[in-house]
């Protein structure tokens, strides 16, 4: 029953920028790791940036030094700054918990936003 809603895509020039926002309707216990996954037309879905509970963040080389990933602990919320936006950026994100509900849930799953377009016109 957790839903992550997104928020923040649009249409931007190539050079802008956007942020994006995830955050879980329900309570979630325990937070393994978040993400972001880009899907566009025709591709293949790219994760784009994820970060770990300790802290650690990676990147895909294609948004290196113009993408941020970053999290509020507190509200679990995740957040992809987006820089330097290029016509190539252009697809539907989907945000990504790889969480637990509660402590007797023994395995974390997998709970998914329901996608923001973000398009970038040159």
């Known amino acids: 029953q957790v839903q992550l809603v997104e928020s923040g895509g649009g249409l931007v020039q190539a050079g802008g920028s956007l942020r994006l926002s995830c955050a879980p309707s329900?309570?979630?216990?325990?937070?393994?790791?978040m993400g972001w996954y880009r899907q566009a037309p025709g591709k293949q879905q790219e994760l784009v940036a994820s970060i770990f509970s300790g802290g650690t963040t990676k990147y895909a080389d294609s948004v290196k030094g113009r993408f941020t990933i970053s999290r509020d602990n507190a509200k679990n919320t995740v957040y992809l700054q987006m820089s330097s936006l290029k016509p190539e950026d252009t697809a539907v994100y989907y945000c990504?918990?790889?969480?637990?509900?509660?402590?007797?849930?023994?395995?974390?799953?997998?709970?998914w936003g329901q996608g923001t377009q973000v398009t970038v016109s040159s």
């Open positions: 329900g309570s979630i216990f325990s937070i393994n790791a």
């Open positions: 990504n918990i790889f969480g637990k509900k509660d402590s007797d849930t023994y395995a974390y799953t997998d709970y």
